[in-house]
């Protein structure tokens, strides 16, 4: 198993300024993921972090937006650039072990 | 394109009767399927998975789901719903790629009334 924290659990921000939310894992692991919640909705893959090599951009996303570091095996950092009111949302932090995903529990951003 | 999707924004049961939340999915090979569940105001809870094997799978608090190869479908079910089962689940979908990314479903809203 697989125990995230991540910081901050919340925050109110406002709007063109930036925001770093870090991930930490109890174990290594290879990938980690970042995904978004909009309010009511689905969770959607952000990106995906290998340690050592750039991060991985599903369709939509940027880095120039949602910049990425993977310093080593257990920690991440997402950071949302310049936010606007839509980027007010959940993040959450994911690792994939032993055929099972966890979860963090989410970083609750309101953008003013 | 591999997806998953879940037909019902919302499924509403009585206490004590059985509830059946469905999922279906389009993924090239075989694909590893998993169930979550989320409580308002809460994190992302892991419920089940189908990796291989019985069709059957059970999980946590109760629930099972059933892997159907030829109607491309995961259903969740649970003979006797609780109040507390009421929640927000999701099915999702594992994607075999460079980056193995889990793709979910658009959610359904669980509601079993007393």
């Known amino acids: 198993s697989a125990v995230i924290s991540q910081k901050p659990s919340r925050d109110i921000c406002q709007r063109g300024t930036s925001l770093t939310i870090q991930c930490q894992v109890d174990?290594?692991?290879?990938?980690m993921f970042w995904y978004r919640q909009q309010p009511g909705q689905s969770l959607t893959l952000i990106a995906t972090a290998n340690q050592g090599s750039e991060a991985t951009y599903e369709s939509g996303f940027v880095i120039d937006k949602f910049p990425i570091s993977r310093p080593n095996l257990t920690f991440s950092t997402l950071t949302v650039s310049n936010m606007s009111p839509e980027d007010s949302s959940i993040y959450l932090c994911?690792?994939?072990?032993?055929?099972?995903?966890?979860f963090g529990p989410g970083t609750r951003l309101t953008v003013t | 394109a591999q997806s998953v999707a879940q037909p019902e924004d919302q499924v509403n049961v009585a206490e004590g009767n059985p509830l059946t939340v469905k999922c279906t999915y389009s993924v090239s090979g075989n694909p590893y399927l998993f169930w979550y569940v989320q409580y308002p105001n809460r994190g992302l809870q892991f419920l089940l998975k189908?990796?291989?094997?019985?069709?059957l799978v059970k999980g946590s608090y109760g629930f099972e789901a059933e892997f159907n190869k030829s109607q491309t479908s995961f259903h969740l079910k649970k003979p006797s719903a609780l109040v507390s089962d009421s929640a927000l689940y999701f099915c999702?979908?594992?994607?075999?790629?460079?980056?193995?990314?889990?793709?979910f479903g658009t959610g359904t809203r669980l509601q079993v009334f007393p």
């Open positions: 999702a979908v594992r994607v075999r790629s460079a980056t193995d990314k889990l793709i």
């Open positions: 174990s290594q692991v290879t990938m």
């Open positions: 189908y990796i291989t094997g019985d069709n």
């Open positions: 994911s690792v994939f072990t032993a055929y099972e995903q966890y």
